[in-house]
């Protein structure tokens, strides 16, 4: 069983829609994280949140906002995506805000498709 | 810039027999973390072993074992008594206040 949740698993917009990656963990960690994986290759970093605030912007675009609403939910908006958008994103988790001491624990990923 | 090198993009094995897959990584600091995921078709990526810089001792867990040569700046995972399960890909990385991962490699398990 995972302990990082997301939802929904699977994804399907269009360029116009609005839409929105939801993570919950109850493992009190206290950073949060956002990647992107197309297939076969490794995960890509977007956004670290440390202690529910924005720690680490990996030059994403503006179209993907992310939202930290507590310590244990991380929202990722999604609005205009590209057709190369289309990915699986993985949220993740780990014990320390700087991550460099906690191994990440991720959740099963959402898998984005957009048209 | 910390970098993970895994240059098997692909490796295959039979069911009970041992597999190595191999890792190097380039960093100019002294205490860090690697860990080796793995991430099945069903997608989630998992911790198979995490291995602290500072210590000496090889890290396992089970059926699984890693080489780490610390001044070489290598960090191999062997799989002993391969099973079917084990197919995935597999994922080195590399912990310093950011995880950097490798390129990945996909192990197939033959029966």
């Known amino acids: 069983d995972t302990e990082v949740t997301q939802t929904p698993k699977h994804l399907v917009m269009g360029m116009t829609n609005k839409k929105s990656l939801k993570c919950e963990q109850h493992m009190g960690h206290r950073a949060m994280y956002w990647y992107k994986q197309k297939a076969k290759k490794p995960p890509e970093l977007m956004f670290v949140?440390?202690?529910?605030?924005?720690?680490i912007n990996e030059s994403v675009p503006s179209r993907f906002s992310p939202e930290c609403p507590n310590s244990s939910l991380l929202n990722l908006h999604l609005h205009a995506l590209q057709p190369e958008d289309s990915a699986l994103y993985l949220c993740?988790?780990?014990?320390?805000?700087?991550?460099?001491?906690?191994?990440?624990?991720f959740g099963e990923g959402s898998r984005l498709t957009v048209l | 810039a910390q970098t993970v090198t895994q240059s098997q993009p692909e490796m295959s094995v039979q069911e009970a027999e041992t597999v190595t897959l191999s890792c190097t990584y380039d960093t100019s600091e002294s205490d860090y973390y690697l860990f080796w995921y793995k991430q099945p078709p069903s997608r989630q990526m998992i911790l198979v072993i995490r291995?602290?810089?500072?210590?000496?001792q090889n890290a396992t867990e089970n059926r699984f074992s890693v080489n780490f040569q610390k001044a070489a700046k290598s960090f191999s995972l062997k799989i002993s008594d391969s099973q079917l399960g084990d197919a995935a890909m597999y994922f080195c990385a590399y912990l310093y206040g950011k995880l950097t991962f490798g390129q990945g490699t996909i192990l197939t398990v033959h029966p």
């Open positions: 291995q602290e810089a500072y210590k000496q």
């Open positions: 949140y440390s202690y529910e605030k924005l720690s």
């Open positions: 993740a988790s780990s014990s320390s805000g700087t991550g460099y001491t906690g191994e990440l624990f």
